[in-house]
T-cell receptor
Framework: DAGITQSPRHKVTETGTPVTLRCHQT?????MYWYRQDPGHGLRLIHY???????DKGEVSDGYSVSRSKTEDFLLTLESATSSQTSVYFC???????????????FGPGTRLTVL | GQNIDQPTEMTATEGAIVQINCTYQ??????LFWYQQHAGEAPTFLSY????GLEEKGRFSSFLSRSKGYSYLLLKELQMKDSASYLC???????????FGTGTRLQVFP
């Protein structure tokens, strides 16, 4: 199994508060991703990173920001959490980009976030 | 637009064979993935297809037809532990971004 951890694993917060989720990898993979998973929507990409300090937006990036100051850490920040951001958040990593088996994305255990 | 369709739910009996279909319409195609996700857990990689044809891995096989925008995951000799959601995902274009279907929840009964 790929060495990916997420913290916290569970969090309950109130509307309007800032929240930061952390993804940590020990695989030295270049690419890291943040997804959210909601019933009826499947996994949707929020932001991704293709290297230290290199990030880009995904499909549902509004209300989220990310930072990657080290290869192993990718942070997702909700500047002012809203109830619509209640979800399960998954981090993923991959070694390469492009069409090959070696660039399979591997997922962390997830963070369940509830915004009241 | 980008669209991936798969059935929402399926049921099957232990020891049987089940086929989970996935159809896709994407701008560009650079590989199709199947993931398994047990309730409350992370998705785990099952298979990858980029060329037409069948890829076999133990009890699981995955098929791809690029001209039809179609894939299926075949699970043989079903076991109770195969009860899970199965996610179809397409890599579209040159980046490593994946577009996921909403998943098929499979329930295996004794």
């Amino acid at each position: 199994d790929a060495g990916i951890t997420q913290s916290p694993r569970h969090k309950v917060t109130e509307t309007g508060t800032p929240v930061t989720l952390r993804c940590h990898q020990t695989e030295n993979h270049r690419y890291m991703y943040w997804y959210r998973q909601d019933p009826g929507h499947g996994l949707r990409l929020i932001h991704y990173s293709y290297g230290v300090k290199d990030t880009d937006k995904g499909e549902v990036s509004d209300g989220y920001s990310v930072s990657r100051s080290k290869t192993e850490d990718f942070l997702l920040t909700l500047e002012s959490a809203t109830s619509s951001q209640t979800s399960v958040y998954f981090c993923a990593i991959s070694e390469l980009a492009g069409g090959s088996r070696t660039d399979t994305q591997y997922f962390g255990p997830g963070t369940r976030l509830t915004v009241l | 637009g980008q669209n991936i369709d798969q059935p929402t739910e399926m049921t099957a009996t232990e020891g049987a064979i089940v086929q989970i279909n996935c159809t896709y319409q994407t701008s560009g195609f650079n590989g199709l993935f199947w993931y398994q996700q047990h309730a409350g857990e992370a998705p785990t990689f099952l298979s990858y297809n980029v060329l037409d044809g069948l890829e076999e891995k133990g009890r699981f096989s995955s098929f791809l037809s690029r001209s039809k925008g179609y894939s299926y995951l075949l699970l043989k000799e079903l076991q109770m532990k195969d009860s899970a959601s199965y996610l179809c995902a397409v890599r579209a274009g040159e980046t490593d971004k994946l577009i996921f279907g909403t998943g098929t929840r499979l329930q295996v009964f004794p």
